[in-house]
């Protein structure tokens, strides 16, 4: 099975047949081996949730866009170093991926900050390496080193080289349990520093020590570590073992979120010009690090649309997603992509009628409630197969699927159609965006909201101020047409209100010989076929 999850959804403002059909094609895709997931890009209207509370069906995933995010990018996950590891560990880790800097966590992945690689080699040249504050178990990995005493995880204090003579040593040499001491083989200056508490000793070249000398260490709770490196080699590298905590960036980091948009990001580095940045979740978690040459290869979403085929209905950041198949009834829109895809098309009155096509195509079994909600949508969609869309295809596939559902669907119809019609306590925003889709013409643009009801006398005494909105809306997103269409289907009639300036787009749309707000337009219920179609040749004939 695939694992990449795709995600299926029909357009803003989603309507029965819409939310239906993202839900049964993605269990047809899945029982065909794909990974889907039906997704909404809207709120579920009253209709669709009765049925999908009729057939006990959850509502879809809501997703609010498809634009790639950091998490689609393939940056460096898991690449950071906590915070108590040592120097030569963070410095070894970066030259073996070729990066210039790292994040630092401590405990459960939490982010600590960031070490750049300039600022490790600082510490390299510029710092006291005579001091160290690290751990037992860092000496013993970056010295190569054997465990001989160990009394203490914690390691702080100043080295010193027994380089000189042992009389000039025991005469100048003061020590004390703030030394780290390395030596060789020299029993004189370790009897000393062991008598005087030291609280290291380094024994270089593997030495091996007598055991009345272990005995004193042990007895003074002396550390000791063995190491096969010279004198000069310990010094060389001993502070490559302090905790990468200390050479820290001081100043605060910047950081990213992995669900932050890739496109704001990429803004964002313009401006701050470093080359890399640490990934976090929500939890303030640090996920890896993200460097700009990464974003070069990025994983985007894939997508299957239903139900249209129009950028402009559909979610945002389509263009950055990969389209993998489009299952519509509408006109031809004007989706693009890269690639050659399954396209079907079809004029039926609902897409459930093709999805259901599909079901009987590959011979799987449809199961009672996704054959319920099939047939709620093609109901809706084609007003109980009185709309003018209404096909052959569409009443066989609704008596088909009623028999599945064991439903009797004209009883079931009239109380789904029902279910969608009240429109009491709705403001003007939500009448008009109810069940709203946007066209684009001869570069106008075409908004369309349809409301069904049959309560028609709520809306000629709230028409004015529906009319104010309408204007308002049209200016403020420059809408040449927006149009709210009031339909009863069951006097089979629309009422029209617009904004003003589309008056005469109106009037010569449906050749009305007089035009007035809620204008009556008979036998005109069907948006795809009846009522933008007719708006678009107006637009486009007569070069509005």
Same mark, same amino acid.
């Given at each position: 099975m695939n694992e990449k999850i795709t995600y299926i959804f029909g357009h803003k403002n989603p309507d029965t047949d819409s939310i239906c059909a993202s839900i049964a094609l993605s269990y047809l895709k899945n029982k065909l081996g794909n990974n889907t997931i039906p997704a909404t890009l809207g709120e579920i209207n009253p209709e669709t949730r009765f049925a999908l509370n009729y057939f006990n069906i959850k509502n879809p995933y809501h997703i609010n866009d498809v634009k790639l995010q950091i998490k689609d990018v393939s940056y460096h996950k898991d690449c950071f170093i906590?915070?108590?590891?040592?120097?030569?560990?963070?410095?070894?880790?970066?030259?073996?991926?070729?990066?210039?800097?790292?994040?630092?966590?401590?405990?459960?992945?939490?982010?600590?900050?960031?070490?750049?690689?300039?600022?490790?080699?600082?510490?390299?040249?510029?710092?006291?390496?005579?001091?160290?504050?690290?751990?037992?178990?860092?000496?013993?990995?970056?010295?190569?080193?054997?465990?001989?005493?160990?009394?203490?995880?914690?390691?702080?204090?100043?080295v010193l080289v027994a380089s000189y003579a042992k009389e000039t040593f025991m005469k100048k040499i003061s020590l004390d349990s703030t030394y780290i001491l390395v030596v060789g083989d020299r029993k004189t200056i370790i009897e000393y520093a062991i008598e005087s508490k030291v609280k290291l000793l380094i024994n270089i070249a593997n030495v091996e020590l007598s055991k009345d000398i272990l005995n004193k260490a042990k007895k003074n709770k002396v550390n000791i570590i063995s190491t096969p490196l010279s004198s000069y080699e310990v010094s060389k590298i001993i502070s490559f073992s302090n905790y990468i905590k200390d050479v820290i960036r001081k100043e605060e980091s910047v950081t990213f979120n992995e669900l932050d948009y890739l496109s704001d990001f990429l803004e964002e580095s313009k401006k701050l010009k470093h080359t890399n940045y640490p990934i976090l979740n929500s939890k303030k978690e640090c996920k890896g690090l993200l460097t700009l040459?990464?974003?070069?290869?990025?994983?985007?979403?894939?997508?299957?649309?239903?139900?249209?085929?129009?950028?402009?209905?559909?979610?945002?950041?389509?263009?950055?997603?990969?389209?993998?198949?489009?299952?519509?009834?509408?006109?031809?829109?004007?989706?693009?992509?890269?690639?050659?895809?399954?396209?079907?098309?079809?004029?039926?009155g609902s897409v459930n009628t093709i999805i259901y096509e599909l079901y009987k195509e590959n011979n799987i079994k449809i199961p009672r409630d996704i054959a319920g909600i099939m047939a709620s949508a093609i109901i809706s969609d084609t007003l109980l197969l009185t709309s003018p869309t209404t096909t052959e295809?569409?009443?066989?596939?609704?008596?088909?699927?009623?028999?599945?559902?064991?439903?009797?669907?004209?009883?079931?119809?009239?109380?789904?159609?029902?279910?969608?019609?009240?429109?009491?306590?709705?403001?003007?925003?939500?009448?008009?965006?109810?069940?709203?889709?946007?066209?684009?013409?001869?570069?106008?643009?075409?908004?369309?909201?349809?409301?069904?009801?049959?309560?028609?006398?709520? %809306?000629?005494?709230? &028409?004015?101020? !529906?009319?104010? #909105?309408?204007?308002?809306?049209?200016? @403020? $997103? +420059? /809408?040449?047409?927006?149009?709210?269409?009031?339909?009863?289907?069951?006097?089979?009639?629309?009422?029209?209100?617009?904004?003003?300036?589309?008056?005469?787009?109106?009037?010569?749309?449906?050749?009305?010989?007089?035009?007035?707000?809620?204008?009556?337009?008979?036998? %005109?219920?069907?948006? &795809?076929?009846? !009522?933008?179609? #007719?708006?678009?040749?107006?637009?486009? @004939? $007569? +070069? /509005?």
């Open positions: 906590n915070k108590n590891k040592p120097i030569k560990e963070a410095f070894d880790y970066m030259n073996k991926y070729s990066l210039t800097g790292i994040p630092v966590i401590e405990n459960k992945n939490k982010y600590y900050g960031y070490v750049s690689l300039k600022e490790l080699s600082k510490e390299i040249i510029n710092g006291d390496y005579h001091k160290i504050n690290t751990s037992y178990t860092n000496l013993i990995n970056v010295l190569n080193g054997k465990e001989i005493l160990k009394f203490d995880k914690e390691i702080s204090g100043q040459t990464d974003c070069n290869e990025v994983q985007k979403k894939q997508v299957i649309l239903v139900d249209h085929n129009n950028i402009s209905q559909s979610v945002d950041g389509l263009e950055e997603a990969e389209i993998m198949e489009i299952i519509d009834h509408h006109n031809i829109g004007n989706v693009i992509t890269k690639s050659p895809i399954n396209f079907r098309n079809a004029r039926v295809r569409d009443k066989k596939a609704l008596i088909n699927l009623s028999k599945t559902a064991k439903i009797k669907y004209k009883n079931y119809g009239i109380e789904l159609l029902k279910s969608g019609m009240s429109i009491k306590g709705l403001t003007n925003e939500e009448m008009l965006y109810k069940d709203f889709k946007s066209y684009k013409i001869n570069e106008s643009m075409i908004g369309i909201g349809q409301i069904f009801t049959t309560d028609i006398n709520l %809306i000629k005494n709230k &028409k004015n101020n !529906i009319i104010k #909105y309408l204007d308002e809306v049209a200016k @403020k $997103e +420059n /809408y040449k047409v927006l149009t709210l269409f009031v339909t009863d289907i069951f006097e089979n009639i629309s009422y029209c209100l617009y904004n003003k300036a589309s008056e005469n787009i109106i009037q010569n749309s449906f050749n009305l010989e007089e035009i007035y707000e809620a204008v009556e337009l008979k036998d %005109i219920v069907s948006r &795809k076929i009846q !009522i933008a179609p #007719y708006i678009m040749d107006t637009i486009e @004939k $007569e +070069n /509005y």
